[in-house]
């Protein structure tokens, strides 16, 4: 059983990103939406893994809230890609 429900969904949800990505990439030649998410869309997990070793509950919620600023990033980017096709 995994440790971090919340690590282990943002890291399904960065495949899943990486996924559109080469998707947009390849079949859409859509470039400049598709590089944002994919930055914000693995972010996420990279905040929440980096949240893991924190070196003070300072440090661990500042990576806390990098994610989440992350995740409401890439639901913008998302929101826009879909509103314009």
Known sequence: MSKSLVRDKAKS???RII???QYLQI???EFV???QILRSGTSIGANLAEQK???SDGDY???TSIALKEASETAYWL???F???
């Open 83 to 85: 509103e314009t096709n």
């Open 27 to 29: 079949e859409k030649k």
């Open 61 to 63: 919620l500042n990576k």
């Open 13 to 15: 949800f960065a495949i």
């Open 33 to 35: 939406m598709s590089k």
């Open 19 to 21: 996924k559109l990505y």
């Open 79 to 81: 929101e826009l890609l």
């Open 53 to 55: 070793f924190a070196i």
